[in-house]
Structure formats: structure tokens, C-alpha cells
């Protein structure tokens, strides 16, 4: 996320590093510091001796330093909210840009990447059924061979969309561009959402060359083909599906992690450009909606727990879909976050949303405040 009010995403490559270095921090406390300095301090004299050291004396694990100025990272909740009964679960980040998008309706294709998979299906059912799109083009390496995409496209097809499934590596940007040229002169693409990806985890000192490849370029690779297949083309939408798991850094998913803030940076790159870009960096799914969940064990769900993070029921994932779509910002954190089971050290981005403890002293010190034993 850009340094500040005024700050701007400048290397989305770059901000790779903040997933993966906040996932280490993880599983390694108190061994790594991630510090992002200016780029024009970088070209000349280097940071602030004494800033730098005064800030690393606090003691704080992630931060940018902007002359003698450390900014922390960290969330704030931001609205519309979804449905009142989902409200709590939603938090947002505010972002910056061009107005909120709308997903178009009747004015052309929207494009859905890893769109065969049980979330790419809940989520093309709700572009139809809530947004009223009206042509869909879903993707995914597998295309129609995908176990159950027929019925997918007939119930689709049911209400009233016109779909078409296509095989097709999103990552080879001369492939998806042939996929796009071939679409009718009065369907033209005016929507994505890309939701392809897949996990491989393990520790950071685990990884190799190859499993990070593996996890990054159905992301990475897959999301700047698409910009740059998408970029003379008039869209009202560009959504990039990423994970709280880069924002949070999940022990054990290092490389999905750093794959999910290079999307996060440069959907707000390319809002500041004036392109209709969000990044949603979405909360762990529940089994039932499909998504990174199936196959998850009872001790990676309480893991995720751990880290303040809980399962997102499929009903409150669209409305939480819808209300990051009406806000328009270029990063936003749709997610079920429960402070409360976090357990040790809270991550930065959520320590602001922790509750302070308060001792009994304080508590007994308060206006209107009584206590007794029973």
C-alpha cells in the first residue's frame, strides 16, 4: 500500500518482498525488519542514520521511512458496508482513485480468470444474478474439461447470461490476447475479475526457485498479462483477486503471500494511473464456498485463527463482493477478522484494530464502574 496520503505505489515487483518478508517474520520473530526507504533517498545519501536507528529502537518489525517520518502499515475499516448482519465481519481498506466502479451490465464481456473452480462459479453466478452481466467469458487452463463446468454454464445460461469457457494459460499474454481479439465487435471486453491461483505451502526455508514460480505465475505473470492485454481496451472493471495472507503474512505461505501484494500494489498503481483497478485481498474462504479452503485441515483453519483471521461464509463473501466493488478503492481487505483469537503478538497491519487491554485498577477507576466477587 502506498507510504502515507500522498504516497504512491511505484514498484509492484518490489512490494513482492512485503508478503514474503512479513510471512518470515512469522515464522521467524524477531529475526527480519522490512523497511521501505524513498527511492530518491536510495539514489543519494540513504536514509536518516538517526531516524533509522531511532525507529529501529522501538522496536517496530515493518515500516517506511520518509526522511525523519517512520509510517506503520495497518488497516482501518471503511464502508459501504455489506447487509447489516455481515457488517461486522467486513473490513475494508480505504483507498484512492477514480470514482467506485460498477460491474457492466449489458454493455459487454466480463472476463473471469480461474473461473471453473468452485469460487470462480460462485462468483460468475453473482456477476449475473446481482450486477447483471450478461456475456461471460470464463477461463482456466482446463476450460470446459473442468469437472463441472457444463452445469455451471446451463445454470448459468438459465438466468439469462451468455457464456463461453475457454482453455487458456492466463500468464501467456499472447494466448489471452488472441482470446480477447476474438470476441464479437458488440460484446467488447469491459469487465475482469482474476481470481486464478493456486498454493503450494510450506516454510520459507522451504521454498525453491520452483515452487515459487508455481504459486506466482498464475498470479504474478497471469495479472500483468491481463493489464497489458487490457490496457487500450475501455473497462469499468478490473478486479485482481488477492488474500489477507501478503497483508497478515500467513505462517507457511511465503510465496502466495508474496504473489498476493505485487496484485495488491498494482491495482493501486494502476488506479493512480486512472485505470478502474482493485485489489481485494480476500479472507480465508469456508470450505463450502470452494476457493484456497478445500483441502484445508482443522489445524490450518485454527492456524488462520491464530492470526485473527476466520472462515468467510459463501453468502457474506458476494455481499462483501458487492461492497468493495461500490467502493471503488484500489485495495480492499473483504474478510471475517476476529482480533480476539490472535494469540501472541498481533500482526502490525491489525494491531490498530486489537482492543487495548485494560487493567483491573483502570477498570475500577472508571465513572459508573462497580466490581464484587461471586
Keep these: 500500500m502506498p507510504a502515507g496520503d500522498v504516497g504512491e505505489v511505484r514498484d509492484p515487483a518490489a512490494a513482492a518482498v512485503w508478503g514474503l518478508v512479513r510471512t518470515a517474520q512469522a515464522e521467524h520473530p524477531g529475526r527480519f525488519v522490512l523497511v521501505d526507504i524513498d527511492a530518491d533517498e536510495d539514489e543519494g545519501a540513504g536514509p536518516d542514520p538517526a531516524a533509522l536507528a531511532g525507529v529501529l529502537a522501538t522496536g517496530e518489525s515493518q515500516f517506511a521511512l520518509r526522511g525523519s517520518v517512520a509510517l506503520v502499515p495497518h488497516l482501518t475499516r471503511g464502508g459501504p458496508r455489506p447487509p447489516a448482519a455481515a457488517a461486522p465481519a467486513s473490513t475494508p481498506v480505504s483507498g484512492s482513485g477514480p470514482e467506485s466502479a460498477s460491474i457492466p451490465a449489458q454493455a459487454g464481456t466480463v472476463l473471469v480468470t480461474g473461473a471453473t473452480g468452485a469460487l470462480g462459479g460462485l462468483i460468475a453466478r453473482r456477476l449475473v444474478t446481482a450486477h447483471g452481466a450478461r456475456q461471460l467469458l470464463l477461463t ?93 481496451r475501455h473497462l469499468s472493471l478490473f478486479v485482481l483477486f488477492s488474500s489477507v495472507a501478503g497483508v497478515v503474512g500467513n505462517p507457511g505461505q511465503a510465496n502466495y503471500a508474496a504473489g498476493n501484494t505485487f496484485l495488491d500494489a498494482l491495482a493501486q498503481a494502476l488506479r493512480a494511473d486512472g485505470r478502474p483497478a482493485t485489489a481485494l485481498a480476500w479472507g480465508l474462504w469456508d470450505a463450502a464456498a470452494g476457493g484456497m479452503a478445500v483441502g484445508l485441515t482443522d489445524a490450518d483453519v485454527l492456524r488462520w485463527r491464530r492470526r485473527g483471521v476466520a472462515p468467510l461464509p459463501a453468502d457474506l463473501g458476494v455481499h462483501l463482493l458487492d461492497a468493495a466493488v461500490a467502493h471503488g478503492g484500489g485495495l480492499l481487505v473483504p474478510a471475517r477478522l476476529t482480533p480476539a483469537t490472535i494469540e501472541g503478538e498481533a500482526p502490525t497491519v491489525l494491531r490498530d484494530l486489537v482492543p487495548t487491554p485494560v487493567s483491573a485498577a483502570a477498570a475500577a477507576a472508571r465513572p459508573g464502574a462497580a466490581g464484587g466477587a461471586g
Design 140 to 232: 482456466s487452463r482446463r476450460g470446459s474439461a473442468a469437472p463441472g463446468v457444463s452445469d455451471l454454464v446451463e445454470e448459468l445460461t438459465g438466468l439469462g447470461a451468455t457464456v463461453t469457457v475457454a482453455a487458456v494459460d492466463a500468464a501467456d499474454g499472447a494466448a489471452l490476447r488472441r482470446l480477447l481479439d476474438e470476441l464479437p465487435a458488440d460484446r467488447p471486453l469491459t469487465g475482469v475479475v482474476h481470481a486464478a491461483g493456486v498454493i503450494d505451502d510450506g516454510i520459507v526455508t522451504s521454498l525453491t526457485a520452483e515452487r515459487l514460480d508455481a504459486v506466482l505465475r498464475p498470479k504474478v505473470d497471469a495479472a500483468w498479462a491481463l493489464h497489458e492485454a487490457t490496457a487500450d
